[in-house]
């Protein structure tokens, strides 16, 4: 109600006089701006906490939650690489298969990975950490770690209460691969160790979570020229927003401040390996979510029975879903070469061509997007566009988050 209102007062905001946009230009483009706060989130009784998420800065920055000691969240999620890594496939313990995604304003999205598999941050982070090609790590080696660390301890239970008692569980157990070692292991443990150590790795998610939620870059030069900087933007990045509302239909799928409607599509990007893509992405996904212990509905949801966990009853696997990605937010994408879900493409340059000629598209089924035809761009209005791409990277809203925090507390 209150945003209702507050977007109503902005679309009366005077118009400055020397722009070129029409009436309907500017009304559109007062949909993207500003950038919102995050949503709140229920499922996470801590995500807007200060000590969760100084909690979760020291987890974000710490190796030692990898099975050998040298991956962090950082290594694939570099704050100076706009939280991303500059790599087509990211390299943990081993090659992933997706590429990796900036979390600046991470905290606007709906559903988590390109494929939507976790439905909050804090369910997004248990799977790298567990994940072999990642960090490789266990929920059994995370609460004996957490232990074993003062500052860490401390901190964790006083926002979660205390940490299990480790000594009668096995060195390493999760819940992976039917047959792997550490699958073994976490058979042997009772339902409720099991449930103990799950519990400390949903805790992990919530902290990191609360530090995600901080890594906020709003206030672009769209932004600015958007409020009444008549200066903020070049002629040319103001004849690329015209494009983006106009004849290239961007907005369709990247609306909204965040320049995504949070939904799911496939425009058809060729598999970096070549050949027909094989990649079920949000069909899977949708699964997937649905099978997470840790999603809403669970039992280390803060709110089981709210509207995230009936968003989940509805969510519904459609054969549409097939190679279905997810619309990535545009806001600090000159950051964040290369792009799409395996980093296919190395420049803004080469999306706003593949936009242009839909060379190489391919089709899965006959489902692929109606909506996207090849614009025919001329080499000054591709331009013009990469320019209006370029003007939404915005300014940090906090510095102190780029790095680990001081040890003292
Ligand atoms: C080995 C590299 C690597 C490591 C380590 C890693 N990530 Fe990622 N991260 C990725 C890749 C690749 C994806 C996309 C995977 C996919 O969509 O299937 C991703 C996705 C994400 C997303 C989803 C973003 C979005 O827009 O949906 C978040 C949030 C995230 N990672 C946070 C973390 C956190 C927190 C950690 C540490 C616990 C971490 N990552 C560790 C590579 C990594
Ligand atoms: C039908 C929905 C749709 C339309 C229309 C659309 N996009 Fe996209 N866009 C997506 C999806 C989905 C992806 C990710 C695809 C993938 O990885 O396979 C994407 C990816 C991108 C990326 C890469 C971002 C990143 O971080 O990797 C950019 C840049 C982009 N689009 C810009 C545009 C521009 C400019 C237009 C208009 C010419 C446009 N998009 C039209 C859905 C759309």
């Known amino acids: ?68 000691g040298s991956v962090s969240c950082a290594s694939c999620h570099v704050p100076d690489l706009g939280f991303a890594d500059g790599k087509s496939l990211s390299m943990g313990l081993g090659r992933t298969t997706r590429h990796s995604p900036s979390l600046w304003n991470v905290a606007q999205q709906r559903w988590f990975f390109w494929d939507g598999r976790a439905d909050s941050l804090w369910a997004q982070a248990v799977q790298p950490l567990e994940n072999p090609k990642e960090m490789g790590f266990d929920r059994v080696s995370l609460a004996r770690t957490l232990r074993g660390d003062a500052t860490l301890r401390a901190e964790y239970e006083e926002l979660f209460g205390a940490l299990p008692d480790v000594s009668s569980w096995p060195e390493r157990a999760a819940p992976g691969d039917e047959g ?96 027909k893509p094989e990649d079920p992405a949000r069909y899977a996904g949708i699964d997937r979510v649905h099978l997470d212990p840790f999603n809403a509905q669970g039992e280390f949801s803060d709110a089981p029975g709210g509207e995230e966990a009936l968003e989940l009853v509805t969510l519904e696997r459609t054969p549409q879903t097939f190679g279905e990605y997810r619309t990535p937010s545009l806001r600090n994408v000159a950051l964040t070469a290369p792009y799409m879900h395996e980093g296919q493409l190395k420049s803004l340059a080469d999306v706003v061509r593949f936009y242009s000629t839909l060379e190489g598209a391919t089709q899965v089924g006959h489902h692929q997007e109606q909506v996207l035809q090849p614009l025919h761009l001329s080499s000054e209005e591709a331009a013009d566009l990469v320019a209006f791409l370029e ?8 510095n102190a988050l780029l790095a680990p925090p001081s040890s003292e507390r």
């Open 180 to 275: 792997s070692e550490l699958a073994a292991a976490w058979k042997r443990m009772s339902a409720e160790e099991q449930r103990a150590a799950s519990r400390v790795a949903a805790n992990f998610g919530k902290a990191l979570e609360a530090f995600e939620r901080r890594l906020v870059r709003g206030d672009a030069p769209f932004d600015r020229f958007v409020a009444g900087d008549a200066k903020a933007l070049s002629e040319s990045a103001r004849r690329g927003w015209k494009l983006f509302a106009g004849r290239g239909n961007c907005r369709s799928c990247h609306s909204g401040p965040a320049f995504t409607d949070g939904e799911f599509h496939n425009i058809g990007i060729p598999p970096l390996a070549g050949g």
């Open 1 to 68: 109600m209150k945003l209702a209102l507050l977007l109503l007062l902005g679309s009366q905001a005077p118009v400055p006089q020397d722009a070129s946009w029409t009436e309907r230009e500017w009304t559109k483009a007062r949909t993207h701006t500003p950038l919102p706060d995050p949503r709140p989130n229920p499922t996470n009784r801590l995500a807007d906490n200060p000590h969760a998420a100084q909690l979760g800065q020291r987890l974000f920055f710490d190796a030692r939650f990898s099975a050998n």
């Open 391 to 398: 003007s939404l990277t915005g300014t940090p809203a906090r």
